[in-house]
T-cell receptor, first 112, second 111 residues
Framework: DADVTQTPRNRITKTGKRIMLECSQTKGHDRMYWYRQDPGLGLQLIYYSFDVKDINKGEISDGYSVSRQAQAKFSLSLESAIPNQTALYFC???????????FGPGTRLTVL | AQSVTQLDSQVPVFEEAPVELRCNYSSSVSVYLFWYVQYPNQGLQLLLK??????LVKGINGFEAEFNKSQTSFHLRKPSVHISDTAEYFC?????????FGAGTRLTVKP
């Protein structure tokens, strides 16, 4: 079984809809991250969490929110999706005290 | 904050040829350096990392990278590539869990 899983893997939605992307991990890591990937831009950090009670904004948090329901679960929400949020979204985890991040398989989101 | 520049957006090479993917970084503090690989329709997989010690780092699939502090570079090399190495490669720099990625280099290996 994969250590970091993301659901759904693909989603097509319409402008204005609320969308939730979920991430679960079995690695036992404290730290979790959400990134988006756009062609030619690499990965940009949206939000990160160092433990269940800790949530921090990343480089591009506007239009997004997150929830850390448990150590193993970190959800990303788009309250009102817009077309320029069409991208590939990745969840990642890291053990506290280390900088090495481990990535999920990604969710491809299309906003029409 | 630190930043990363990957100097080539695309690198086409023939099978069994050597390849070098270039990465330069900028930071005012000590950082850790990483290379990740992304195969089509998959997530990022850690290829190798430099945390400290020997500046020549060996990774999976025959790749290696050399940390050069004076040139602020962390170039990725492989002496002989395979078709299966076709993928996107990302260089990343991290300090205190703040990881920044380059824009990526698409390596295409031709038969």
């Amino acid at each position: 079984d994969a250590d970091v899983t993301q659901t759904p893997r693909n989603r097509i939605t319409k402008t204005g809809k609320r969308i939730m992307l979920e991430c679960s991990q079995t690695k036992g890591h404290d730290r979790m991250y959400w990134y988006r990937q756009d062609p030619g831009l690499g990965l940009q950090l949206i939000y990160y969490s160092f433990d269940v009670k800790d949530i921090n904004k990343g480089e591009i948090s506007d239009g997004y929110s997150v929830s850390r329901q448990a150590q193993a679960k970190f959800s990303l929400s788009l309250e009102s999706a817009i077309p320029n949020q069409t991208a590939l979204y990745f969840c990642a985890t890291a053990r506290a005290g280390t900088d090495t991040q481990y990535f999920g398989p990604g969710t491809r989101l299309t906003v029409l | 904050a630190q930043s990363v520049t990957q100097l080539d957006s695309q690198v086409p090479v023939f099978e069994e040829a050597p390849v070098e993917l270039r990465c330069n970084y900028s930071s005012s503090v000590s950082v850790y350096l990483f290379w990740y690989v992304q195969y089509p329709n998959q997530g990022l997989q850690l290829l190798l990392k430099y945390l400290s010690g020997s500046t020549l780092v060996k990774g999976i699939n025959g790749f290696e990278a050399e940390f050069n502090k004076s040139q602020t570079s962390f170039h990725l090399r492989k002496p002989s590539v395979h078709i299966s190495d076709t993928a996107e490669y990302f260089c990343a720099v991290s300090n205190n869990n703040d990881m920044r990625f380059g824009a990526g280099t698409r390596l295409t290996v031709k038969p």
